[in-house]
């Protein structure tokens, strides 16, 4: 039984992905890795460990993508936006760093987690509504299929490396 990471991840690697397409089942593959940790229960610290070590790993992949080869053209769409989704990623990766200092039965924890879980989402929700809705309006279907090709061979060999 594939869990709801395994079939994200198997919806990023078929050929001819559209960026914002790729972008998107990326979002969805944390928000289940984020529910999954949710839902270790208290005592499932090594399980919550490894789930996190899972989410970071992602996390840090997907912001690479989206900085070296998504914002750079989305600034076309809309430069205010890109500029604070790079400030965003900061306090992701701030946080993110924070967690990494502790273990799973440090009793701020889940509340790290909770907090990364918001940053995530607010991130997302501007995104999906505002910035990947002039992107489309603005540089078009060709320029979208050429930027998800370079994401997603820009993915296959950051995991490579992992």
Do not use: W
Request: glycine share 2%; aromatic share 6%; proline share 1%.
């Amino acid at each position: 039984m594939q869990t709801q990471t395994a079939k994200a991840t198997a919806h990023v690697t078929h050929e001819g992905v559209e960026a914002i397409d790729f972008l998107k089942s990326q979002h969805r593959e944390v928000e289940a890795l984020f529910k999954e940790i949710e839902d270790a229960g208290e005592r499932a610290t090594k399980k919550k460990e490894k789930l996190f070590a899972t989410l970071a790993e992602k996390l840090t992949v997907h912001t690479k993508l989206e900085e070296s080869i998504f914002y750079p053209a989305a600034e076309e769409a809309d430069d205010d936006l890109v500029l604070e989704a790079f400030e965003e990623h900061a306090n992701v990766k701030a946080m993110i760093r924070k967690i990494r200092r502790i273990s799973a039965d440090d009793e701020t924890f889940m509340a790290k987690i909770t907090v990364l879980k918001e940053l995530v989402r607010h991130h997302v929700k501007e995104e999906e509504e505002e910035l990947f809705p002039k992107c489309k309006k603005t540089l078009g279907d060709e320029v979208l299929q050429d930027l998800g090709a370079e994401m997603k061979a820009k993915f296959e060999r950051l995991q490579s490396l992992s």
